[in-house]
C-alpha cells in the first residue's frame, strides 16, 4: 500500500477547526452591530429634523406680484395681414419671508402671452433672503418686433386702435427653499398667473388681476 494514501480508522473524524466559525460569527456580530448604529443614527437624525420642524413652524413664502410698468407699446401693420409687436413691460414682485430662518430662491421664469402665443420672457436669478423680511425684485420682459399672422394680428390691430385694451397674460413658477443651517428644506413651488392689460396710448397698464396657487388677491 503507497504510503501517501492513507485510510482513516472507524469512529475517528476529521479535527475541526474553530477559528473558522468564531471568525464567521464575529463578522456576522459586526454587521449588525453596524446595522443597528446607522439605524440608531438615521432615527436621530429624523427626530432632530421633526423637532426643529415643530418647533420652527415653517410657513410658505409669499411672492406677489405689485406693480407692472409699461415702458414702450408698439405696434406696425406693414400690410392687413400681419402686425408687429414690441412692448417692454416692467414688473415688480415683492417676496415675503415670515419664517425664522432664510429662504433660498431659485431663478425664476416668466413668460408673456397674448391670446396663447408666447411673445416673450423674463428671467429673475436666484438670491437669498433673511428671515422676517420683506424684499423687492424686478423683471422686464422685452419683446421685440415679434409677428403675429392673420387672425392673431387682426385682433391686436382692434385692440390696440379700436379699443385701446391690450390683454396680456404672465405666467411662471417661483421655486424656494428653506434654509436651516446649512441643509436646504424640500422646495415649494409658488405658480404665478397674471392678466393685465394695456393702453397702446397711454403706454400704461389699465387693469390687472393675479392667481397664485388658484387664489386670487
Known amino acids: 500500500m503507497s504510503s501517501s494514501s492513507r485510510t482513516v480508522p472507524n469512529g475517528v473524524h476529521p479535527r475541526y477547526n474553530p477559528r473558522s466559525s468564531s471568525s464567521s460569527a464575529t463578522f456576522k456580530g459586526c454587521c449588525c452591530c453596524l446595522f443597528l448604529l446607522f439605524s440608531f443614527l438615521a432615527l436621530l437624525v429624523l427626530a432632530i429634523v421633526l423637532v426643529v420642524v415643530l418647533a420652527l ?5 409669499q411672492f406677489d406680484l405689485q406693480q407692472v410698468k409699461v415702458q414702450y407699446v408698439g405696434i406696425t ?5 400681419t402686425a408687429s409687436l414690441s412692448l417692454n413691460i416692467r414688473m415688480i414682485f415683492t417676496a415675503v419671508n415670515p419664517n425664522k430662518v432664510g429662504i433660498k430662491y431659485e431663478e425664476s421664469r416668466f ?8 411673445l416673450g420672457r423674463a428671467s429673475v436669478p436666484g438670491f437669498f433672503q433673511d428671515p422676517h423680511s420683506q424684499r423687492q425684485v424686478d ?5 421685440d418686433r415679434v409677428n403675429l399672422l392673420q387672425a392673431d394680428a387682426a385682433d391686436l390691430i382692434r385692440d390696440a386702435s379700436l ?3 391690450v390683454e396680456l ?3 411662471g413658477d417661483v421655486a ?3 434654509r436651516l443651517l446649512s441643509f436646504n428644506s424640500p422646495g415649494v413651488q409658488v405658480s404665478v398667473d397674471c392678466a393685465i392689460v394695456i393702453s397702446p396710448r397711454k403706454q400704461s397698464l389699465t387693469y390687472k388681476q393675479c392667481g397664485f396657487d388658484g387664489l386670487n388677491v
Do not use: E, F, Q, S
Request: glycine share 4%; no cysteine; charged share 25%.
Open 139 to 143: 423683471a422686464t420682459i422685452a419683446v
Open 77 to 81: 401693420n406693414p400690410n392687413p395681414t
Open 169 to 171: 397674460r404672465i405666467l
Open 176 to 178: 424656494a427653499k428653506i
Open 163 to 165: 379699443n385701446d385694451r
Open 57 to 61: 413652524k415653517p410657513k410658505k413664502p
Open 111 to 118: 413668460t408673456v402671452m397674448y391670446r396663447g402665443i408666447p
